[in-house]
């Protein structure tokens, strides 16, 4: 019920960025083609190469299941920030030439939490000491095909001169996660032991590697408001039982072109997946929502 809140709620924030956007100089995560022309199908010198180092303040929501212990997962930007054991990695990259383009996009966290933010879910498993250790690399990627384009704003003389234009691309590729999840739970407290590590007075689930790969499919839509600017919008789903049981993904984002090869973005990404595995002391699940502002700078080729 949380989350289908939190979509509902994304899904008007979305509404309220596109009917904004006019006013947003900002540059978006996903990224789009060469804004030096707007009117051509892509680059005229051929493939068009950008690299996008950004920023994703995540938060994090739902439950995680290790060695089949449970608990509940309420995490904010700033815990995250306080906790990370390693500095965090997050890299966008596109190869676009006409219609066709690839890309690829790597997420790295390594966080330690305790405390706030993490809950006991299952009954006599633990008591209020707890913490949890998460590493987790996420690497995506993919090929784009545009499908549709509607220009506005260009002259009888030179139609391909639009100002404004809107594509809708295609997109299908495969998301790659790699996990690991310790939970530390308090001796004290812990009623059964069966399949976790006891040290000093904590007792600890420990989940191992846990890695699968999701198939995706998904749309996204690029509004250039005039060249420079221009609103972002994609969405994909995935999983299907193949990787994880269902995935989905939602990305609302604004351009702004600082020069000829630079651009600032800022955004909203929402990222959620619902992987399970084993039974029993060896059952894994990691239900969680991710989700917050992402912002970077992008460099064209």
């Not at 995560?29 to 493939?47: C, E, H, L, M, V």
């Not at 306080?82 to 219609?99: M, T």
Request: proline share 3%; hydrophobic share 40%; with cysteine.
């Amino acid at each position: 019920m949380q989350k289908k809140r939190f979509a509902y709620a994304f899904a008007a924030g979305v509404a309220c960025l596109i009917s904004i956007g006019g006013t947003q100089p900002v540059r978006a995560a996903d990224f789009g083609r060469d804004n030096a022309a707007p009117g051509a199908s892509g680059s005229s010198s051929g493939w068009t190469i950008s690299l996008t180092p950004y920023v994703w303040a995540t938060f994090l929501s739902g439950s995680s299941t290790v060695k089949g212990r449970t608990v509940d997962v309420d995490i904010n930007p700033v815990q995250v920030i306080e906790h990370l054991a390693r500095v965090p990695f997050f890299g966008y990259g596109e190869i676009r030439k006409g219609p066709f383009a690839l890309y690829a996009d790597i997420v790295y966290a390594d966080l330690g939490l305790s405390g706030s933010g993490i809950h006991t879910a299952t009954a006599g498993t633990a008591g209020a000491s707890l913490g949890m250790n998460f590493q987790q690399f996420i690497a995506e990627a993919g090929g784009m095909y545009e499908l549709a384009r509607w220009d506005s704003g260009g002259s009888l003389k030179d139609p391909q001169a639009a100002k404004s234009f809107t594509t809708v691309d295609a997109l299908a590729g495969f998301r790659y996660w790699n996990q690991q999840l310790d939970l530390n739970f308090d001796l004290a407290s812990t009623a059964d032991t069966g399949g976790l590590i006891v040290s000093g007075n904590r007792a600890i689930a420990r989940s191992g590697t846990i890695e699968w790969t999701d198939p995706l499919i998904g749309l996204r839509l690029r509004h250039q408001l005039e060249p420079g600017k221009e609103l972002i919008l994609r969405g994909d789903i995935g999983g299907f039982g193949a990787g994880s049981q269902f995935s989905w993904n939602l990305l609302a984002a604004c351009n702004y072109a600082v020069t000829k090869t630079t651009s600032l973005y800022i955004g909203y990404r929402a990222l959620d997946v619902d992987y399970r595995q084993g039974q029993g002391k060896t059952f894994y699940e990691f239900d969680v929502i991710q989700h917050g502002p992402v912002t970077g700078l992008t460099v064209k080729f």
